[in-house]
């Protein structure tokens, strides 16, 4: 079965902005995806979040355009009601980082890729860099 992983919207940053130093491990992550062999989901946050921040640098238009190329790529986990209220009564720090950790949980995902891994300690699934993902998977 393909691993799913809920990538946090800083790798999305770092992909779509070609972020250096991180854009390369974040490249490769889409890459095996591209190639079939994971599944990439990120949550409506995300989309909503990449798209304020590049919007202040970029024109508007191609920052969508960003996205939908982007959105070929990753599953979107939504973002509802049941989501705010987990997020309202967790023990998460960041309410924005609670409503990414529960999004990738109702997605069914196994590994959360971040580069704040000290952000999810309250994560019950796995939390890894890409650096640290990629590192895995080259021992399997």
């Known amino acids: 079965m393909k691993q799913r992983l809920f990538l946090d919207a800083n790798i999305m940053l770092d992909l ?18 591209d190639r079939g062999s994971i599944q990439l989901v990120v949550s409506a946050l995300s989309y909503a979040i990449i798209n304020f921040l590049f919007s202040k640098y970029e024109n508007p238009e191609k920052v969508k355009e960003k996205l939908r190329k982007f959105r070929i790529l990753s599953e979107i986990s939504p973002v509802n009601e049941l989501t705010i209220e987990k997020g309202l009564n967790s023990k998460f720090g960041d309410f924005e980082d609670s409503l990414q950790y529960y999004c990738a949980l109702d997605a069914d995902c ?17 939390v890894m860099t890409a650096e640290e993902y990629l590192r895995s998977i080259k021992k399997v």
Do not use: Q
Request: charged share 25%; glycine share 2%.
């Open 110 to 126: 196994n590994i959360i890729v971040t580069r704040n891994p000290n952000d999810f300690r309250e994560s019950d699934i796995p």
């Open 16 to 33: 779509l902005g070609e972020r250096i130093p991180f854009y390369e491990s974040a490249a490769k992550i889409a890459t095996l995806a």
